[in-house]
């Protein structure tokens, strides 16, 4: 029986302690890959919004991370899009000139300086826009009003400084017309100016209409109100049409100017004019045809005084102080 048992195998026990179990030794490959996926889910994110945007859209996000502050440099570096603009091409004028008519000059004279023909200066000669002319040879043409690139950088410069309108940079437009330097407040699918069929304005096209009045009050000319509706009608029965919608919106407006320092006497006309000037002819109840239009005017040039050139030398065009920015206040 001893001689059996001696032949079996040997017994062995194989006792396995508590350890690793990952065969790969490391997790940290897995915190790589979740931050490599982050990161492509914020690079196609970002690539959906901008291929969502629209291009004034696009305008607005840049502006809104450009630095606030603009060079002196006149070739436009350092200033919003390189001195470029989503409007008409023209000339940039220097951030620090007060708006005026095109041609330039300094924002505050100097002592010494002596005699300057821009007007509104002291020491400045009785000469419409500094040119060479006897008095009353340039009456019955027009002054220019600010150049629509100036107006725009003034305006879009204010909106990025208020929160609540930073969402509102596509909403307002400019254009150069024949009448002047036209800014036009406007609706898009994503922000409205007014509820629908009311006059009364949103909370947040009062604080819009109050930047872009500061910068009418920087400028002498006229202002011209017009209010513009889509062709979606108020039904047969109705006792109030898009005529009376768009008057009332566009006097709606002039109150929100005079309010926040515009003088009345300043307002040269307000109208509706209903459906019947649409931005996007193509489709008459598109958003973008809801819009108000405030217009800087021309000036004409006022008549020679009935002394001639002598009783103008006697009687010289005194200039409005110069306000705390060094900008001109306007005669109220």
């Known amino acids: 029986m001893a001689a059996h048992s001696s032949n079996l195998p040997p017994i062995i026990i194989k006792k396995v302690k508590g350890g690793r179990h990952d065969s790969h030794g490391s997790s940290t490959w897995k915190i790589a890959l979740a931050d490599f996926m982050t990161a492509m889910f914020i690079i196609f994110l970002m690539l959906w919004i901008i291929n969502q945007s629209t291009p ?6 840049a502006e809104y991370f450009a630095p606030v502050s603009a060079s002196r ?8 899009l390189n001195g470029e603009t989503i409007s008409k091409e023209g000339a940039l004028r220097n951030p620090s000139a007060p708006l005026g008519t095109p041609g330039g000059g300094p924002s505050l004279p100097k002592e010494g300086d002596g005699n300057t023909d ?8 009785p000469k419409p826009l500094g040119i060479e002319a006897e008095p009353g040879a340039l009456s019955g043409q027009k002054i220019p009003a600010p150049p629509v690139a100036e107006v725009e950088r003034q305006v879009r410069q204010a909106l990025q400084g208020v929160a609540e309108l930073q969402g509102f940079q596509a909403n307002v437009q ?11 407040l406007i609706d898009n699918e994503k922000q409205e100016l007014f509820p629908k069929g009311s006059s009364r304005m949103l909370p947040q096209t009062e604080k819009l209409m109050a930047q872009v009045a500061k910068i009418i009050a920087s400028v002498p000319n006229k202002v011209a109100i017009s209010g513009h509706t889509d062709a979606t009608g108020f039904g047969p029965r109705s006792q109030y049409d898009n005529w009376d919608l768009s008057a009332d919106r566009a006097n709606s407006s002039r109150r929100a100017l005079t309010k926040n320092g515009i003088a009345d006497d300043r307002i040269a006309s307000v109208e509706g004019k209903a459906d019947r000037d649409p931005k996007v002819p193509e ?3 598109a958003a973008s045809n809801r819009r108000i239009s405030i217009t800087l005017l021309n000036e004409p040039v ?10 103008a030398a006697a009687a010289p065009v005194q200039p409005p102080p110069p306000g705390p920015d060094g900008r001109l206040i306007p005669r109220q």
Request: net charge negative; no cysteine.
């Open 118 to 125: 821009i007007p509104g200066f002291p020491g400045a000669l």
């Open 174 to 184: 400019f254009a150069q017309t024949q009448e002047g330097t036209r800014i036009d």
């Open 302 to 311: 006022p008549p020679a005084p009935a002394g001639g050139a002598a009783s």
């Open 283 to 285: 489709d008459p109840k």
């Open 73 to 80: 440099n006149p070739s436009g570096s350092g200033q919003m």
């Open 56 to 61: 004034e859209q696009k305008v607005a996000i």
